[in-house]
C-alpha cells in the first residue's frame, strides 16, 4: 500500500487549505483513514480520522475548524482546513488502518502569523 498525500503548503492564519491522500495498492476496505500531525519535538498527534461506517474522531484543537471525508471509489481521504492558525504548524501525515498501519510520506503545512 503506498499513501501519497498532497495539498500543504504556506498560508496566512485564518485561511484554508485542502489536504488529499491517495492509496494506492489497497487490496483491503480501510477500517479508519486518517490525518496526523507532527511538530518538531512533539509526538505525532491524531488531527481526524474516519472509519469505514464513517464515524469521525478528531483532536480537540481543530474541532469546528477542519473536516475530513473520504471518497471510497478512489481510494481517497480529504482533510479541509479553515481558519488556520500558526499552531496548526506542521508534517501531516495521512494514515490507513487496515491489516496494518499505513502511513504517507507527510505534507508541510505553514501557517503565517
Known amino acids: 500500500v503506498q499513501l501519497q498525500a498532497s495539498g500543504g503548503g504556506l498560508v496566512q492564519a485564518g485561511g484554508s487549505l485542502r489536504l488529499s491522500c491517495v492509496a494506492s495498492?489497497?487490496?483491503?476496505?480501510?477500517?479508519?483513514m486518517g490525518w496526523y500531525r507532527q511538530t518538531p519535538g512533539k509526538q505525532r498527534e491524531l488531527v481526524m480520522s474516519?472509519?469505514?461506517?464513517?464515524?469521525?474522531n478528531y483532536g480537540d484543537s481543530v474541532k469546528g475548524r477542519f473536516t475530513i471525508s473520504k471518497d471510497n471509489a478512489k481510494n481517497t481521504v480529504y482533510l479541509q482546513m479553515s481558519s488556520l492558525k500558526p499552531e496548526d504548524t506542521g508534517v501531516y501525515y495521512c494514515?490507513?488502518?487496515?491489516?496494518?498501519?499505513?502511513w504517507g510520506q507527510g505534507t508541510q503545512v505553514t501557517v503565517s502569523s
Open positions: 494514515n490507513v488502518n487496515g491489516p496494518n498501519y499505513y
Open positions: 495498492g489497497m487490496r483491503f476496505r480501510p477500517r479508519v
Open positions: 474516519i472509519t469505514s461506517a464513517d464515524n469521525i
